[in-house]
Nanobody
Framework: QVQLVESGGGLVQPGGSLRLSCAASESIFSINFMGWYRQAPGEQRDLVASITTGGSTNYADSVKGRFTISRDNGKNMVYLQMNSLNPEDTAVYYC?????????WGQGTQVTVSS
């Protein structure tokens, strides 16, 4: 079972940046898909960005050009660099992994964008 722990959330002013980290409990070499999702109060959980084992990335239209997902296989980490944040980015951000058809979620980290 893969355990995921997110960190790096917090309060940031509009226009600011944050980097989220997702630490996996095992090697991510064999994890086919890793992604970041977010859920605002009263909203569904939506994909923000994803990255495959081969390094292919995918982004939600709302974050293209502002967010960058990356992975460090040696450290079993996935990152989400978030720039030019705006209040609409406020949400709980979750890390998700899919390995051999099984999915795993982290506990989430809160990101609040406010002046």
């Amino acid at each position: 079972q893969v355990q995921l722990v997110e960190s790096g959330g917090g309060l940031v002013q509009p226009g600011g940046s944050l980097r989220l980290s997702c630490a996996a409990s095992e090697s991510i070499f064999s994890i086919n898909f890793m992604g970041w999702y977010r859920q605002a109060p009263g909203e569904q959980r939506d994909l923000v960005a994803s990255i495959t084992t081969g390094g292919s990335t995918n982004y939600a239209d709302s974050v293209k050009g502002r967010f960058t997902i990356s992975r460090d296989n040696g450290k079993n980490m996935v990152y989400l660099q978030m720039n030019s944040l705006n209040p609409e980015d406020t949400a709980v951000y979750y890390c998700r992994a899919i390995k051999w058809g099984m999915q795993y979620w982290g506990q989430g980290t809160q990101v609040t964008v406010s002046s």
